[in-house]
C-alpha cells in the first residue's frame, strides 16, 4: 500500500479559507466512505477534525468541513486563525481492517 | 471521558524488543479500535496494526507484520504493541490511537510513547 498524497505545505492569510487535498486509489478513498482527518501540533497528540468524510466530532468548529470526489478527499478550513498553524494528516480505511495515513500537509498562516 | 494513557519513554538498542502499553478508561475497553499509530522524526503518521478487544485478533499493517505484535488484556483494560528486531528506522513516537465512537476513525489518542533505537 501506498502512502496517500497531500501537499507539503499550503498558506493562508488570517480569515483566508484554505483547502488541503488528500489523492488515493480506489482501493482506499474511492472504495469507502472513511475518510479522517487529524490536527497534529508538535509535541501534542493528534486531534480528530473529520471523519466519514465530512462528519465533525463534538467541539470541532464548523470551520471546518471535509468532502470527497472519486479518488481524492478534501479538508477546507475556513475563516483561517492563527491557532490553526499545525499538521494536517489525512487517514482512509483501506480494506482488510487496514488504514492508511498521507504524509502531512503544512498549513502557515502568513 | 475516555482517557488513553501510554507508557513511558524507552531506549532500546538495535535487535532487542520493545513493549508499549495503552490503558484506557472511561469507556468499555472490550468495544474499543485499538489501533497503534507511530511518527519517526521529520515524517507523517504511520498505521501500525489494531485490535477491536471483544473480537480478540489484530490485524497489521503489511510492512510491520513479521515485527509487531498487538495484544488486548481486557481484565486490565490494556493495551500492548511490541515491535521486535529494533533498527534505527523504529525511532519514533508511538500513539495509542483509539476509535472510542466508532471503528472508522481514531478520536481518543494517547500522550504517545517515545522509542529511541541507538547503540
Known sequence: QSALTQPR???GSPGQSVTISCTGTSGDIGAYNYVSWYQHHPVTAP???????????????????GSKSGNTASLTISGLRAEDEADYYCSSYA???SYIFASGTKVTVL | QVQVEQSGAEVK???SSVNVSCKTSGGPFRN?????????PGQ???WMGGI???????????????RVTIIADESASTAYMELRSLRSGDTAVYFCAVGCRGYSRFDCWGQGSLVTVSS
Request: charged share 20%.
Open chain 2, 32 to 40: 474499543f479500535a485499538i489501533n497503534w499509530v507511530r511518527q519517526a
Open chain 1, 47 to 65: 486531534k480528530l477534525l473529520i471523519y466519514d468524510v465530512n462528519k465533525r466530532p463534538s467541539g470541532v468548529p464548523d470551520r471546518f468541513s
Open chain 1, 9 to 11: 505545505s499550503v498558506s
Open chain 2, 52 to 66: 477491536i478487544p471483544s473480537l480478540g485478533t489484530p490485524d497489521y499493517a503489511q510492512a510491520l507484520q513479521d
Open chain 2, 13 to 15: 538498542k538495535p535487535g
Open chain 1, 95 to 97: 480494506g482488510d481492517y
Open chain 2, 44 to 46: 507523517g503518521l504511520e
